[in-house]
């Protein structure tokens, strides 16, 4: 089981990196233009916090020892990329299509590196936490919720990203804020029962 989990671990992190190499080299030169664009997304986010804890995970089960704050690391990755998961199955992919969020590195952001997160976590490294401990898996979506409402509705215009998400369409943030809030408490109680 050991064994299994830190091969997981260490697939998750090398396909977050070499998705991120790819989308940064291209034609030979390192090219960083877009990302300002690029490290917007919860998607990217998400996965980039997945694949550091899973890193974390692996080093800490090759060193025979995985302390509370690894197992907490992994698991707030865990969650965020369930979160993302989810946002596509249930919002995003009805309405801009499956094909386009699940093809390419997409297939792995929105759904292989999401499933491979959980099943490694849910059965082969979760242990028993506390309810308190459970409910910090909402500080991701939290901290991003906070982030994306400053940026779209309320920083200055000209630094102001679009709604990509269509968070705010027709003024309903706080709909749609509550919404993926109570969301990932859903996922944190799923988590801590499972």
């Not at 901290?143 to 369409?169: A, H, I, Q, S, T």
Request: charged share 15%.
């Amino acid at each position: 089981m050991r064994i299994l989990s830190i091969l997981i671990n260490l697939g998750i992190f090398l396909s977050v990196a070499v998705i991120h190499w790819r989308f940064f080299h291209k034609d030979g030169a390192w090219d960083f233009s877009e990302a300002g664009v690029f490290f917007r997304y919860f998607t990217v986010q998400s996965n980039i916090l997945c694949a550091l804890a899973a890193c974390a995970m692996a080093a800490a089960q090759i060193a025979g020892n995985v302390p509370g704050w690894v197992l907490l690391f992994k698991y707030l990755g865990t969650v965020a990329v369930t979160v993302t998961l989810m946002t596509v199955l249930i919002y995003l992919g009805p309405a801009y299509g499956y094909k386009l969020l699940l093809s390419g590195r997409d297939l792995y952001l929105h759904l292989i590196g999401p499933v491979l997160a959980i099943l490694s976590f849910l059965l082969l490294e979760k242990k028993e936490m506390h309810l308190g401990t459970a409910l910090l898996g909402l500080l991701p979506v939290l901290l991003y919720g906070m982030l994306y409402l400053w940026k779209v509705v309320y920083c200055p215009e000209e630094k102001r990203w679009e709604d990509f998400y269509g968070f705010n369409k027709d003024g309903k943030w706080p709909v749609s804020y509550g919404i993926m809030v109570a969301g990932t408490l859903v996922i944190c109680l799923l988590f801590y029962f499972l």
